[in-house]
Nanobody
Framework: QVQLVDSGGGSAQAGGSLRLSCAASGYTSSPDCIAWFRQAPGKAREGVAAIDKHGITTYADSVKGRFTISEDDAKNTLYLQMNSLKPEDTAMYYC???????????????????????WGQGTQVTVSA
């Protein structure tokens, strides 16, 4: 059974940085696509960043140039380095793995978050002005 455990959230001031981690266990093979999503209260779930098994990354326009997705295969851990944080980055952040029925570069589009098989429990990020 695949398990994803999110950590690293917390509070930061605008302009600050945080690094989120997603520790995975139970994979029988490397997933084709893993990603970070976020959801603020009263808002729809939003794709943040995705990485495929070849290391190709995709970012939401709102985070390009500020956030970096990466993975450590040896540790089975996914990271999201978040720099130049803004109050609008405040949300619960979730990692997700194993996308079905779509290419990874489209993983952040529309409602495709529903096509991910596995989810972490989420970690809260709060950015103050």
């Amino acid at each position: 059974q695949v398990q994803l455990v999110d950590s690293g959230g917390g509070s930061a001031q605008a302009g600050g940085s945080l690094r989120l981690s997603c520790a995975a266990s139970g994979y029988t093979s490397s997933p084709d696509c893993i990603a970070w999503f976020r959801q603020a209260p009263g808002k729809a779930r939003e794709g943040v960043a995705a990485i495929d098994k070849h290391g190709i990354t995709t970012y939401a326009d709102s985070v390009k140039g500020r956030f970096t997705i990466s993975e450590d295969d040896a540790k089975n851990t996914l990271y999201l380095q978040m720099n130049s944080l803004k109050p609008e980055d405040t949300a619960m952040y979730y990692c997700a793995a194993e996308l079905f029925g779509a290419y990874c570069y489209r993983a952040l589009s529309g409602g495709l978050w529903q096509n991910f098989a596995y989810w972490g429990q989420g970690t809260q990020v709060t950015v103050s002005a």
